[in-house]
T-cell receptor, first 116, second 113 residues
Framework: DAGVTQSPTHLIKTRGQHVTLRCSPI?????VSWYQQVLGQGPQFIFQ???????GRGNFPDRFSARQFPNYSSELNVNALLLGDSALYLC???????????????FGEGSRLTVL | AQSVTQPDIHITVSEGASLELRCNYS??????LFWYVQSPGQGLQLLLK??????LVQGIKGFEAEFKRSQSSFNLRKPSVHWSDAAEYFC???????????FGAGTTVTVRA
């Protein structure tokens, strides 16, 4: 079975531009989470979606938005890019529908965004 | 809010030697605790998790971790490291009332021959 797949794997943008990152969860998983990992730091929670509904949002500005589609895939959108948005963006899926991380999170390999 | 501290940024260990990675958390109630490993260019892989019960948890790849409530710690151990264990290791904490995981800054492990 395929794991969590993310695209693109690498991309370069300039300040002020917009970016869309995509994630396909493991088949059967209805929960998708997004994390930002800045170089040298641990991942920071951005969003979690379950069956197209936003369940949680981290401490990120409104420039960050996401959505989940009927097939449970997800997009993360970042507007008005800043240099500080350069990071590895990780998507994780889970089969759990309960509040609390009782289900294992399966991570993709990430999308590495560089903002110049 | 919960937080996680990994005091060691970088650890170098000889192949075959034992390894211990430290993790301290801050949270009022019983946390859900995790250890993940990240190899270069890869996503995160779950090594083990603790929710309740036996405080010594066994994971994949020969790793184990011990939950010590009195010390607010969840240290990861491996008796004998292999060169393939060179990677970055992250401790994470979650709670029953939240959907997110809070990660530590990570510990990079280098294995020398």
């Amino acid at each position: 079975d395929a794991g969590v797949t993310q695209s693109p794997t690498h991309l370069i943008k300039t300040r002020g531009q917009h970016v869309t990152l995509r994630c396909s969860p493991i088949s059967g998983h209805k929960s998708v989470s997004w994390y930002q990992q800045v170089l040298g730091q641990g991942p920071q929670f951005i969003f979690q979606y379950y069956e197209k509904e936003e369940r949680g949002r981290g401490n990120f500005p409104d420039r960050f938005s996401a959505r989940q589609f009927p097939n449970y895939s997800s997009e993360l959108n970042v507007n008005a890019l800043l240099l500080g948005d350069s990071a590895l963006y990780l998507c994780a899926s889970s089969s759990s529908r309960q509040k609390g991380p009782t289900g294992e999170l399966f991570f993709g390999e990430g999308s590495r965004l560089t903002v110049l | 809010a919960q937080s996680v501290t990994q005091p060691d940024i970088h650890i170098t260990v000889s192949e075959g030697a034992s390894l211990e990675l430290r993790c301290n958390y801050s949270y009022g109630a019983t946390p859900y605790l995790f250890w993940y490993v990240q190899s270069p260019g890869q996503g995160l892989q779950l090594l083990l998790k603790y929710f309740s019960g036996d405080t010594l948890v066994q994971g994949i790849k020969g790793f184990e971790a011990e939950f010590k409530r009195s010390q607010s710690s969840f240290n990861l151990r491996k008796p004998s490291v292999h060169w393939s264990d060179a990677a970055e290791y992250f401790c994470a904490v979650g709670t029953a009332n939240d959907y997110k995981l809070s990660f530590g800054a990570g510990t990079t492990v280098t294995v020398r021959a």
